[in-house]
T-cell receptor, first 112, second 116 residues
Framework: GQQLNQSPQSMFIQEGEDVSMNCTSS?????WLWYKQDPGEGPVLLIA?????ELTSNGRLTAQFGITRKDSFLNISASIPSDVGIYFC????????????FGTGTRLKVLA | EAGVTQFPSHSVIEKGQTVTLRCDPI?????LYWYRRVMGKEIKFLLH????????ESGMPNNRFLAERTGGTYSTLKVQPAELEDSGVYFC??????????????FGPGTRLTVL
């Protein structure tokens, strides 16, 4: 089945540092989304991307839909302790249904 | 506006027992989805309802899982009999869906199921 490869799996960073994570796929995706999950909560949508090449920001977060439609990245600038959590990429496959395909997640830990 | 709610938040059962998970979607959302995350792995799609009809149940692992959405409002997911490999976090999501590309799914907090 379709898979999204997300990296890194986990990362420790110092408060104030910038963070970058990405997702890649062997097949084309129609929509890319980035979610964050806090402990005990469900995933919360951070950014949605609908067009190849699209670059979208949400506060300190910036995400891009790769021009090949097979990848996306998420950047977090000037990280703060509340950025801790698991970040998931998700997407709608180009030829697929309405179900999301999720990446395996990036666990972010911020050291104050 | 209330978000997606799920009950219970945690369930610990023994192998062979039955468990029923409940999801209440956001009011007015016709689309309801069930997903599952097994420890350390990706969140995987289980099935999709449009109102009371099953639109896509391609992700259901086997016939021990039964999902219903009577009346097109809340949904239940029953596991009977539960096996060890069913342990994980079960998420429900709902969406209004104007078009496929803008079908933002809003997730509930999940039910953590532990099968001993």
């Amino acid at each position: 089945g379709q898979q999204l490869n997300q990296s890194p799996q986990s990362m420790f960073i110092q408060e104030g540092e910038d963070v970058s994570m990405n997702c890649t796929s062997s097949s084309i995706f129609n929509t890319w989304l980035w979610y964050k999950q806090d402990p005990g909560e469900g995933p919360v949508l951070l950014i949605a991307l609908y067009k190849a090449g699209e670059l979208t920001s949400n506060g300190r977060l910036t995400a891009q839909f790769g021009i090949t439609r097979k990848d996306s990245f998420l950047n977090i600038s000037a990280s703060i302790p509340s950025d801790v959590g698991i970040y998931f990429c998700a997407g709608f496959p180009y030829s697929g249904t309405y179900k999301y395909i999720f990446g395996t997640g990036t666990r972010l830990k911020v050291l104050a | 506006e209330a978000g997606v709610t799920q009950f219970p938040s945690h369930s610990v059962i023994e192998k062979g027992q039955t468990v029923t998970l409940r999801c209440d979607p956001i009011s007015g959302h016709d689309n309801l989805y069930w997903y599952r995350r097994v420890m350390g792995k990706e969140i995987k799609f289980l099935l999709h309802f449009v109102k009371e009809s099953k639109q896509d149940e391609s992700g259901m692992p086997n016939n021990r899982f039964l999902a219903e959405r009577t009346g097109g409002t809340y949904s239940t997911l029953k596991v009977q009999p539960a096996e060890l490999e069913d342990s994980g976090v079960y998420f429900c999501a709902s969406s209004h869906r104007l078009t496929r590309s803008t079908d933002t799914q809003y997730f509930g907090p999940g039910t953590r199921l532990t099968v001993l």
